[in-house]
């Protein structure tokens, strides 16, 4: 119940471990072209440049940074927290000339914020995370894709853990590249990262003055391989190909809405819970994320001791806080095969055991209580 890696499938288990073929086998051709059919339909997008980079989401960033920009090109980066952060240190390395804008960890953009950054830098690409992990804030993207597309720039955007948790429409918002990675809520472990590039984005990475800066993640080679070419360009990772391919399945066998609904429901059990026991979330109301809980640590709780009891204790893994939140905050993840009620009930159950051994006071059983009625009222 951290941050991610998720609860995995015995389903995807099983895929990991089928026999391993060649990267050109035609049996792992029809994987490729599977998996990008799916990709397609989890991203909601008919993007052909669609597929899966060999690498975890931090490989994803820099494929989509490093395609993008060419040395001096100038890049608006929105940071409130750890991966905008790490976005904009991509760009810098990739020679991008970088400008930060931010918010406090915990909160998001406004759309004004971003169309004052876009209108005074007038930058080729405006990077920003949809689902920011260190602290549980859930960016709207609708309204500053409008304006980052109405200053002539592309926008990228950081899915990694809001893929297969909460909805994301790279077509009807008009996406030009975004990165994921399998082991958030697609609940895959991790190894892979599936991207999508616009047409207009293929089209800026094809004109290039200046080679991709990677040559690994160079999508003006690695397409040639996912496309009809299938030119060799590295040996793909096989069985983790299998792995993603088995996770999309049950993504949509359960289907993106339905799943998203099963996320929502949990969170807010566990958020009802939280409340009922007298904690508190640490970003703003109303730009929560479902899958990722930050809650406030009481005053006076140790925060390393309480995950090291969870862990030992009930076999909970929660995360902790990350830059100006560390010590302060625990991350309850609710990612994919992870958002379920008897994880709910039982971290609370857990957590309430936790703070009553180290004093903190709360009516015996509230959490579990609330999360139970709210569920029963959903
Ligand atoms: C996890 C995460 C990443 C990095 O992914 P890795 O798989 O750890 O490389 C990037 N962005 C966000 C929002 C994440 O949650």
């Not at 804008?101 to 950054?117: D, L």
């Not at 030119?231 to 399945?249: G, S």
Request: hydrophobic share 40%; glycine share 10%; with cysteine.
């Amino acid at each position: 119940m951290g941050p991610g890696p998720s609860d995995v499938h015995p389903r995807v288990s099983a895929a990991l471990g089928a026999p391993t073929v060649g990267h050109l086998d035609p049996y792992f051709l029809k994987v490729m072209t599977e998996t990008q059919e799916m990709l397609r339909r989890v991203f909601c997008t008919q993007n052909q440049l669609t597929l899966a980079v060999s690498g975890t989401g931090s490989a994803g960033m820099e494929t989509c940074v490093v395609n993008l920009i060419e040395p001096g090109d100038r890049m608006v980066v929105c940071v409130n927290g750890v991966f905008g952060g790490r976005m904009a240190d991509v760009a810098g390395r990739a020679g991008a000339e970088v400008t930060v804008i931010e918010q406090p960890y915990g909160q998001v953009f406004p759309t004004e914020q971003v169309a004052e950054a876009v209108q005074r830098v007038r930058p080729k690409v405006v990077g920003i995370v949809q689902a920011e992990t260190s602290t549980g804030a859930w960016q709207p993207l609708e309204e500053i894709s409008k304006v980052v597309h109405e200053a002539g720039a592309l926008l990228l955007v950081d899915a990694v853990t809001s893929l297969g948790g909460v909805p994301v429409e790279v077509d009807a918002w008009n996406i030009d590249a975004i990165y994921s990675g399998t082991q958030k809520c697609l609940s895959c472990p991790p190894g892979l990262s599936p991207v999508s590039f616009s047409p207009r984005a293929v089209e800026v990475i094809s004109t290039r003055k200046t080679k991709v800066a990677s040559w690994y993640l160079d999508m003006n080679m690695v397409k040639n391989y996912w496309g009809q070419d299938r030119a060799y360009h590295h040996t793909a990772p096989i069985n983790m190909n299998y792995a993603l391919r088995e996770a999309l399945a049950i993504v949509l066998d359960e289907g993106l809405p339905a799943r998203h609904a099963r996320h929502l429901r949990n969170h807010k059990a566990l958020k009802a819970g939280l409340l009922a026991m007298g904690l508190g979330y640490a970003n703003a109301e109303g730009f929560q994320l479902p899958q990722l809980n930050p809650v406030t640590i009481p005053s006076g709780v140790d925060d390393a001791s309480v995950r090291k009891q969870l862990l030992e204790e009930f076999g909970i893994e929660v995360g902790g806080g990350l830059g100006p939140m560390k010590g302060k905050v625990w991350r309850i993840g609710l990612m994919g095969e992870t958002s379920q009620p008897r994880n709910v009930l039982l971290v609370l159950a857990a957590l309430e055991k936790c703070l009553v051994e180290r004093g903190y006071k709360c009516p015996p059983g509230a959490g579990t209580v609330a999360a139970s009625a709210a569920y029963g009222a959903m």
